[in-house]
């Protein structure tokens, strides 16, 4: 049974920074990539960055590439993800998906390609 476990999550104050975790288990397949997404109060959810398993490539739409920052271990099937600079804009649920055989950046396209499996999200929350 495949599972995807966000975790880190929580109440912390504008300026600071947070890593949030998730483990992906479950499944042998090695062509896979792991996305972050997040989803504030009315708003839609929307992609942070994927990484593709096993060679590593992550991508990032614009909007995401200063403060955010992913990163893997590869053997234990760990995806992190940094945030720094935290703004109360940031507060929302953060949401860990798996998408097999993704393609190029597929990973962080869910309304196109969708992802296979979803993690119940972790809320962070972001105090001024």
């Known amino acids: 049974e495949v599972q995807v476990v966000e975790s880190g999550g929580g109440l912390v104050q504008a300026g600071g920074s947070l890593v949030l975790s998730c483990n992906a288990s479950?499944?042998?397949?090695?062509?896979?990539?792991i996305t972050w997404s997040r989803q504030a109060p009315g708003k839609e959810r929307e992609a942070i960055s994927c990484?593709?398993?096993?060679?590593?490539?992550?991508y990032y739409p614009d909007a995401m590439r200063r403060r955010f920052r992913i990163s893997a271990n590869f053997v234990q099937k760990m995806v992190y993800l940094q945030i720094d600079d935290l703004r109360p804009e940031d507060t929302a649920v953060y949401y860990c998906?798996?998408?097999?055989?993704?393609?190029?950046?597929?990973?962080?396209?869910?309304?196109?390609?969708?992802?296979?499996?979803w993690g119940k999200g972790t809320l962070v929350t972001v105090s001024s």
């Open positions: 479950g499944f042998t397949r090695s062509e896979y990539a």
């Open positions: 990484i593709r398993f096993p060679r590593g490539y992550a």
């Open positions: 998906s798996v998408q097999f055989n993704p393609y190029d950046n597929s990973c962080l396209e869910e309304k196109v390609y969708g992802m296979d499996y």
